[in-house]
């Protein structure tokens, strides 16, 4: 190895110390928590990236009806998840604070809340699944209407498998073992990608085919998340017995923190639903730009997603332990970490756009509108995205659960939604005055996380 070499490897080792190593845990520590995450989220999203492409070979009316109901899927399906953080933030505080039969039991009692909730949500979403189209999409052509309608159902029938997996990766986290949600999700996604291939490319079963491959791939990531934690994970042991018996005390603890999460979610993705309302009124074309805009812009946020998970793990480690000082410094580095991996995913994604676009074919027209879009995107996330959604996890992760979800629903209520119907449809921007309105509420959430962080009330939660 050269002299320069050497100077760049004690460089960053020296960076790597000062900013991501405390008393409470050091940065191979806290890397080696982050590092599988980032891998996951980077195949999720490469993954979804790709089956948003092959779907688009069904035609403009399949693409824009799954885009549409990945909307309502994402709105349902996070609250489950919320749920499982809830589990996540007290299995990451029992770990700090070393016991470890409370890690065990809060792990397991969060994956029964998560399956119950899963299972409700399932049966009624698929019995008023009609009027909730109508409600939300009833504009829409009747072709993409149709698609909807069936992409809903499958998508439903396959929420208690997707569940059942989030609660068991969310108490992994928990303790920081992200390494074998990795494989899991590896298992889950490649095989969701590999019957994509077969169904809609080879087979031609368009929305039908993604259903059916959702479905499989989710109980099949469900099987190995349950067979990995009862066989062979030895922090926490999980057995059904345990999992039938639910605990009261424990559960209260995890709601404290899932609820709040929960009713945020449902109400935030519903002001994002509300969105996608605005954007039916402005036809099929503004839903495709819409949709592939999104997939573009989630290839940005691969590492800074897998930070925002990553922090929770480490804040609530660190407030398990009471050591706030540690909470304070790495929430700052991660935020910091999180903007320079937004400049560098730009500088390499913006020249490869007009490749990555083509992967979607999109009708020749709207291409400029789509670039546009990223363009904006990427000017404001590594100043906006980062403090308006890693902080709010850091505080969560504290237990200041109620204060991040009144935050955020306030902001996307009266900034998104309302700012979007007035720019996009009032003002007639269309399209570009919606994805303004997003970007206009990123940095509201920012300055409201920031003023609660240099505060006290957040860490004054004692959940364990």
């Known amino acids: 190895m050269n002299s320069a070499a050497v100077k760049m490897k004690h460089k960053t080792i020296y960076l790597l110390d000062k900013y991501l190593t405390g008393e409470s845990m050091n940065f191979k520590q806290i890397i080696g928590i982050l590092i599988p995450i980032f891998v996951d989220q980077a195949c999720l999203i490469l993954m979804s990236l790709l089956n948003t492409a092959m779907i688009s070979s069904a035609g403009v ?6 885009s549409m109901v990945d909307s309502l899927n994402i709105f349902l399906v996070n609250v489950f998840i919320a749920v499982a953080t809830g589990g996540t933030v007290i299995v990451a505080q029992y770990k700090g604070s070393g016991n470890s039969k409370m890690v065990s039991k809060t792990a397991i009692q969060a994956t029964s809340a998560v399956t119950i909730f899963s299972v409700l949500l399932s049966v009624l979403v698929i019995i008023f699944h009609m009027p909730t189209l ?6 829409a052509e009747a072709d993409v209407f149709q698609n909807a309608r069936i992409y809903l159902i499958g998508s439903c029938l396959s929420y208690p498998f997707i569940a059942i997996f989030q609660a068991v990766s969310g108490g992994l986290r928990g303790v920081g073992e992200t390494k074998p949600c990795l494989n899991l999700s590896l298992l889950m996604n490649l095989t969701n990608t590999a019957l994509n291939v077969l169904l809609i490319t080879v087979l031609n079963m368009g929305v039908e085919g993604l259903v059916i491959s959702t479905i499989l791939a989710r109980i099949i990531g469900m099987i190995a998340s349950l067979i990995y934690i009862m066989k062979y994970n030895e922090t926490i042991h ?8 639910l605990d009261f005390d424990i559960l209260k603890k995890v709601m404290f923190i899932g609820l709040p999460f929960a009713a945020e979610q449902l109400f935030f993705n519903g002001g994002k ?3 996608q309302t605005f954007i039916v009124q402005l036809g099929t074309l503004a839903m495709t730009v819409y949709a592939i805009s999104n997939s573009i812009a989630m290839l940005f946020q691969i590492g800074p997603n897998a930070l925002s998970i990553g922090i929770v793990t480490v804040v609530g480690q660190c407030a398990g332990r009471r050591n706030i000082q540690d909470a304070r410094k790495f929430t700052k580095s991660l935020i910091g970490l999180s903007s320079v991996l937004y400049v560098f995913a730009a500088l390499i994604l913006l020249p490869l756009f007009p490749f990555i676009v ?3 074919s999109p009708p020749e027209k709207i291409i400029s509108t789509i670039f546009i879009m990223i363009v904006i995107s990427a000017i404001a996330q590594p100043i906006l995205w980062s403090p308006s959604f890693i902080m709010p996890s850091a505080l969560r992760a504290a237990g ?7 935050a955020s629903l306030l902001s996307m209520w009266l900034i998104r939604v309302v700012l979007g119907y007035i720019l996009g449809i009032t003002l007639g921007f269309g399209i570009i005055g919606v994805w303004v309105a997003m970007i206009i509420e990123w940095s509201t959430r920012g300055i409201i996380f920031g003023i609660r962080f240099k505060g006290k009330k957040w860490y004054a939660h004692k959940l364990i």
């Open 358 to 360: 083509k992967m979607f």
């Open 238 to 245: 999980f057995n059904i017995k345990d999992a039938l018996r």
């Open 61 to 66: 009316a399949a693409v824009s009806a799954v």
């Open 273 to 275: 639903l509300l969105t």
């Open 400 to 406: 200041d659960s109620n204060f991040t979800s009144i």
């Open 134 to 139: 109508n409600i939300l999409f009833g504009k």
